[in-house]
């Protein structure tokens, strides 16, 4: 199965607090996993990405963490801003072509 | 700003007719990825070429053709269009054999 399942499929949050949202995916072959932020009317922009030798990346106020036993990894935003209100999508790659299997998306919104 | 340019914008055509979208990877970059966004199928995978080679083909549909020439921009060509092809085209491209995928702003196709 090549499916990456992401959940919450909407997320609002207050301004400061921390956004939460997950993915798993099915196939071992998978071992790059990046997570993409998609404002209205732009194309995805890759925000952070992991690979499973790590269990955790951290980029300023964004941490992946990455549980390969559980086929899990989700992506917390701190401190999070009204100018992270976007979408969010999880995906993974493997093998030589490495395209990309998304996430259905999760809408964060970030009230002031 | 990715790098990667899509033309054109919007395209709004009918039912029937065929449409040529097209795309310029980063410089350099010799990887280029046709993704498709949906409501009902969030982002899918078309087809990858990798220097003028098809590489790989994901959920493309035989009506959905695609290229890469020798100065390595990419044409994706849709025929007998019907209303369900209606969506957001992204094009992404990586360097050779590397995981980081940069996307266009994409083009929106209206079939009516």
């Known amino acids: 199965q090549q499916q990456v399942k992401q959940s919450p499929q909407s997320l609002i949050v207050q301004k400061g607090g921390i956004s939460i949202i997950n993915c798993a995916y099915e196939n071992t072959a998978f071992d790059y996993f990046p997570w993409y932020q998609q404002f209205p009317g732009k194309g995805p922009a890759l925000l952070i990405a992991i690979r499973p030798d790590v269990s955790e990346k951290k980029e300023g106020r964004f941490t992946i963490s990455f549980n390969k036993s559980a086929k899990q990894f989700s992506l917390h935003i701190m401190d999070s801003q009204p100018g992270d209100s976007a979408t969010y999508f999880c995906a993974a790659s493997g093998g030589s072509a490495r395209q990309l299997t998304f996430g259905s998306g999760t809408q964060l919104t970030v009230l002031p | 700003d990715s790098g990667v340019t899509q033309t054109p914008k919007h395209l709004i055509t009918a039912t029937g007719q065929r449409v040529t979208l097209r795309c310029s990877p980063r410089?350099?970059?010799?990887?280029v990825y046709w993704y498709q966004q949906s409501l009902d199928q969030g982002l899918q995978f078309l087809i990858q070429y990798y220097n003028g080679e098809e590489r790989a083909k994901g959920n493309i549909l035989e009506r959905f053709s695609a290229q890469q020439f020798p100065d390595l921009h990419s044409e994706l060509n849709l025929s007998s269009l019907e209303l369900g092809d209606s969506a957001l085209y992204f094009c992404?491209?990586?360097?050779?054999?590397?995981?980081?995928?940069?996307f266009g702003p994409g083009t929106r196709l209206t079939v009516l």
């Open positions: 410089s350099g970059d010799l990887s």
């Open positions: 992404a491209s990586s360097l050779a054999h590397t995981d980081t995928q940069y």
